[in-house]
């Protein structure tokens, strides 16, 4: 069916950002944890979004709807160097007084929020769209 | 042996296949937005109709004994366009959201516009069956 293959894509869409903001939430959540070394230190976590193309020998089948449209191939950690703050009465300090703070950057995940909120809404109206134009077809049988 | 009615609305069914491939292809690329190296595509609707065409015009098979001189399957993939940014991105993504919302307005009232087309015909074809 066709209209089914629209709100596939607008779906796996959907789904893609909304993995992609609750990303950005846990790094919202977890800016401020501190950890005892660097390698344990909170990492801004990042979605690699990948397409899911046709099947090269299936391309030409209006049937091979199955695997279209969009999602989330793996989730890395953010490259920046972690915070180094001094302070030595932390529970967690090391030898040297220090803890190590996320390198999470607010303001980046509140662009990033922005973007997928965009994104989630540009999907919403497609399917609002599909099943517009799905019941309008299903309307010719009245015709 | 295609009957008169499949011929009637042969035009339209395949005018509406195409819109709705377009349509596909666009919310594809809507869905890939921040997908690093996506292509976007689009589908050319005069080259998919003129495919069609010589399709529909060509020898088909009709017997066990015949040979099959191409395929009656609908043919998209000669008639997938790609995107040409107006100006690229780092992660080599070609989808441009302002570019394909525009475009996926246009596509789904042509849609809209086939479907009015066919409901007219289909109009046709009853008031002509019931000789009002």
């Known amino acids: ?143 | 042996m295609k009957s008169t009615l499949d011929s009637y609305f042969a035009v339209n069914a395949m005018a509406l296949q195409a819109k709705n491939k377009r349509l596909e292809l666009i919310s594809e690329n809507i869905a890939n937005v921040s997908t690093p190296g996506y292509k976007a595509r689009d589908l050319d609707f005069g080259a998919f109709m003129k495919d069609a065409a010589s399709r529909a015009s060509a020898p088909s098979a009709t017997n066990s004994r015949h040979i099959e001189v191409g395929s009656n399957v609908n043919n998209f993939e000669n008639a997938i366009t790609y995107h040409m940014p107006l100006s690229p991105s780092l992660d080599n993504n070609t989808v441009e959201i302002g570019v394909e919302q525009a475009k996926f307005g246009k596509a789904a009232a042509d849609y809209q516009a086939a479907m009015g087309f066919l409901e007219n015909r289909i109009s046709g074809i009853r008031k002509a069956l019931r000789g009002e």
């Open chain 1, 1 to 143: 069916m066709s209209a089914d293959a629209l709100l596939k894509i607008a779906g796996s869409g959907l789904n893609a950002q909304l993995t992609r903001m609750n990303t950005i939430a846990s790094n919202l959540a977890n800016a401020t944890v501190v950890a005892g070394s660097a390698e344990e230190a909170y990492k801004a976590k990042r979605v690699v979004f990948s397409s899911l193309m046709l099947n090269p020998d299936q391309q030409n089948s209006l049937q091979a709807d199955s695997r279209r449209g969009v999602y989330v191939s793996e989730v890395v950690d953010d490259t920046e160097s972690v915070k180094q703050i001094h302070e030595p009465g932390n529970a967690l300090a090391n030898d040297d007084g220090y803890v190590f703070g996320s390198n999470v950057n607010e303001i980046e995940e509140m662009v990033e929020m922005l973007d997928a909120s965009r994104a989630y809404q540009n999907n919403v109206s497609v399917v609002s769209t599909a099943q517009e134009l799905m019941s309008r077809t299903l309307d010719l049988l009245k015709v």
